[in-house]
């Protein structure tokens, strides 16, 4: 409150807005707003509830998200306070074992504002980057319960519009080891030290141990399929970046790099060796972290430091089972 009052008191004599003055720059707003929509998140108003993964400080994601919520249908924006070409941590110099101890700090404070039930499907938009081929967005589609997901066809990243969300059948469903929830749940079990984290993951042995393999290289393939799983308990999030921490072979790029849809991340390398043991010596993997929230929104694989595949997150929604079974009535 003092720090109100303080605000108060330096803007005494600042003009008071009227709607005058007001009414151009709220139309130059709503323009850019419209200009800027997620074609897959404008949903039909009889729907009942479209939440976003978004966490009480920012943003999950760097890019803005419509979020519609009950009654009405009305919309609003969640974005992030400032450019993230602006913010984020000096890295020039940062070790990894730093960035990921402020990563899990960041994390760990943070909350999501709706938790998946168990009858909730997650659809994640991501955007695919590769050397001589057109950009392209597709859609994942996994029930929150279920241990299979569904990937929707690339569409070109200038044509989103065309997208349409694949629904369910037989052919179309991937199986996967675990469902979201599995993980979600193993996650909420891990203890917050970076050591007691890798006495779990390898108890769990989830990843078969490669030939040959030494400790950081298994170390290394338990926690890769979990840093992007669909959902994340944020505790859980901030022990894997404490036991990624322990793992030799980690460096910070000493610059944010540009991904998808002209966003900007912090980049944490490591050698492609780690989980790949025939990659070549001069091949990485590129974990992509949110400058803001320290989210994990993607990964990229680089080959002599040009990057030859990169998978990122442009947004992510939860879907519940009412929801999507209207939208089948109506497509």
């Not at 569904?150 to 179309?172: F, K, Q």
């Not at 901030?238 to 912090?266: F, I, K, N």
């Not at 050698?271 to 001069?282: G, I």
């Not at 030859?308 to 009412?322: K, L, Q």
Request: no cysteine.
């Amino acid at each position: 409150m003092q720090e109100l009052t303080r605000v108060r008191e330096l803007r005494a004599d600042a003009p008071a807005p009227d709607r005058a003055r007001l009414t151009p720059g709220r139309q130059r707003l709503l323009a850019a707003a419209r200009t800027d929509e997620r074609p897959r998140a404008v949903w039909d108003q009889r729907r009942k509830v479209v939440v976003a993964l978004v966490f009480v400080a920012v943003s999950a994601i760097a890019v803005a998200t419509t979020v519609v919520v009950d009654g009405g249908g009305a919309e609003r924006k969640v974005t992030p306070a400032v450019s993230p070409t602006t913010t984020g941590p000096h890295l020039e110099g940062m070790t990894a074992p730093e960035l990921l101890e402020r990563a899990a700090t960041a994390v760990e404070r943070q909350r999501l504002l709706v938790e998946p039930r168990e009858t909730d499907s997650i659809v994640t938009e991501q955007y695919l980057e590769y050397p001589g081929v057109e950009d392209s967005v597709r859609e994942r589609w996994v029930k929150f319960d279920e241990a299979a997901y569904n990937l929707g066809p690339a569409t070109p990243a200038d044509r989103r519009e065309e997208r349409r969300i694949v629904h369910d059948g037989p052919e179309d469903w991937q199986p996967l080891s675990h469902s979201p929830k599995q993980v979600y749940d193993f996650l909420a079990t891990l203890p917050a030290d970076g050591e007691g984290t890798l006495q779990a993951l390898r108890e769990r042995n989830a990843v078969p141990d490669a030939a040959g393999a030494g400790q950081a290289e298994r170390d290394y393939a338990e926690i890769a399929p979990l840093l992007d799983a669909d959902a994340q308990p944020m505790r859980g999030l901030a022990s894997l970046y404490r036991a990624l921490a322990t793992v030799p072979g980690g460096t910070v790029v000493d610059h944010q790099v540009e991904y998808g849809y002209g966003e900007r991340a912090v980049a944490l390398s490591y050698p492609a060796r780690l989980d790949t043991p025939n990659a070549p010596a001069n091949a990485t993997t590129e974990w992509l972290l949110d400058p803001e929230t320290y989210r994990v929104v993607g990964h990229r694989s680089l080959v002599d430091g040009e990057v030859r595949s990169s998978v990122s997150v442009a947004s992510r929604i939860v879907v519940h089972e009412e929801q999507e079974q209207q939208e089948r009535k109506t497509d």
